[in-house]
């Protein structure tokens, strides 16, 4: 089954504790791309990556990192979590101009 | 920089009804749109892609239709369902990002 998985799905955890939340998809796609949604702010997107090795900045990408050494992984990483970063955070995927799929999404909250 | 606008915010309906969401968006500059939905607490669902140079795309009882002149994009939902009750939301791709709308909250009323 096509799909973009995300883990983990639910993570509560406290100021300044580095975490890793992981993004993996198996339909071969170039393109990655890490969005939170938030009460009021709607979607944003935070990085994205056009392929291997190949990253960029969003709207929102203060405070988180990304790499992608592998096609079908994108972590996002926030190595000193902080209160405002408790959000919902999706992850991405398409191929070329087709449509994005996005993964089940991630509920974070920094305490 | 594109900003995307759905209107109305939330929307109540007897079962049966058809119905029309709209969105706006300020930049015509884009590559496709695509219609969303989302159940509470739960991912993205892809409704429906319109290329840009596409003006329209059907599925089922939805269809959605874009006018990049006027900025504008519809999506048409017919014989509504208590099952459609979720939010739908529209996006403006370009420049290697999605621009997303507020939502539209839909209530379908058995």
């Known amino acids: 089954e096509a799909q973009v998985t995300q883990n983990p799905r639910y993570l509560i955890t406290v100021t300044g504790k580095k975490l890793t939340v992981t993004c993996s998809q198996n339909m071969n796609h170039e393109y990655m791309s890490w969005y939170r949604q938030d009460p009021g702010l709607g979607l944003r997107q935070i990085y994205y990556?056009?392929?291997?090795?190949?990253?960029d900045k969003g709207d929102v990408p203060e405070g988180y990192k990304v790499s992608r050494k592998e096609k079908r992984n994108f972590p996002l990483i926030l190595e000193s979590p902080s209160p405002n970063q408790t959000s919902l955070y999706f992850c991405a995927s398409k191929r070329g101009v087709s449509e994005q799929y996005f993964g089940p999404g991630t509920r974070l909250t920094v305490t | 920089k594109q900003e995307v606008t759905q209107i109305p915010a939330a929307l109540s309906v007897p079962e049966g009804e058809n119905l029309v969401l709209n969105c706006s968006f300020t930049?015509?500059?884009?590559?496709?749109l695509q219609w969303f939905r989302q159940d509470p607490g739960k991912g993205l669902t892809s409704l429906l892609l319109?290329?840009?140079?596409?003006r329209e795309q059907t599925s089922g009882r939805l269809n959605a239709s874009l006018d990049k002149s006027s900025g504008r994009s519809t999506l048409y939902i017919a014989a509504s369902q208590p099952g459609d009750s979720a939010t739908y939301l529209c996006?403006?791709?370009?420049?290697?990002?999605?621009?997303f709308g507020q939502g539209t909250r839909l209530t379908i009323n058995p």
């Open positions: 996006a403006a791709e370009g420049a290697q990002k999605l621009v």
């Open positions: 319109i290329q840009s140079s596409q």
């Open positions: 990556s056009m392929n291997v090795e190949v990253t």
């Open positions: 930049d015509s500059a884009i590559y496709n």
